[in-house]
């Protein structure tokens, strides 16, 4: 199995850091097919494996609204309602939604007061919504469209191999 811990390479470009990331997810994937166990491991490789992020998990569709599931970070807010903050936008919207500065962001839910940009990618196998994968950053524009490119890649691969139903 190859080392889950990757640090950021500042010599190395967002695509080939994302590209580390998918192969390093890859492995942690390998012959197992649970989505908690998947969702658990890829938050923790995103929480470590990125600069500046002190929230990175998964909200997952239950019932018409997102519950918090697998995370790193401090405690999270529990449920969130479909069209309600930078998740529910995302999930209501299904496309990823990437947020410079929290406080400007209309209806934004503050789990945590030090979270300054947020990103929200919708997980979705074919037109089902699954869920959202959710990154917060104390530092405000922390997240770029390459972080956005780079995340749609992984939360797809994540789908793919992960059985959702259960």
Same mark, same amino acid.
């Given at each position: 199995m190859a080392e889950p811990h990757v640090l950021p390479d500042p010599s190395r470009s967002p695509a080939e850091h994302y590209a580390e990331l998918a *192969?390093? $997810?890859? #492995? $942690?994937?390998?012959?197992? %097919? &649970? =989505?908690?166990?998947?969702?658990?491991?890829? =938050?923790? +490789?995103?929480?470590?494996g990125l600069e500046d992020v002190n929230w990175a998990g998964f909200y997952r569709l239950r019932d018409g609204e997102l519950v918090v599931?697998?995370?790193?970070?401090?405690?999270?807010?529990? %449920? !969130?309602?479909?069209? %309600?903050?930078?998740?529910?936008?995302?999930? =209501? @919207? %299904? *496309?990823?939604?990437?947020?410079p500065d929290v406080h400007a962001f209309a209806?934004?839910?503050?789990? &945590?007061? =030090? #979270? *300054? #940009? @947020? !990103?929200?990618?919708? +997980? +979705?196998h074919g037109d089902r919504l699954l869920g959202v994968l959710d990154l917060d950053s104390p530092r405000p524009g922390r997240f770029t469209t390459a972080d956005a490119a780079g995340l749609e890649i992984l939360a797809r691969q994540l789908v793919a191999g992960s059985d959702w139903d259960g």
């Open positions: *192969r390093v $997810l890859a #492995s $942690l994937m390998h012959a197992e %097919r &649970d =989505a908690l166990a998947n969702c658990a491991n890829f =938050a923790a +490789l995103v929480y470590h599931g697998a995370f790193q970070g401090k405690p999270a807010c529990v %449920r !969130i309602a479909l069209g %309600r903050g930078v998740c529910g936008t995302a999930a =209501a @919207e %299904r *496309r990823t939604v990437l947020v209806g934004h839910i503050a789990c &945590d007061a =030090a #979270s *300054r #940009s @947020e !990103i929200v990618v919708p +997980l +979705l």
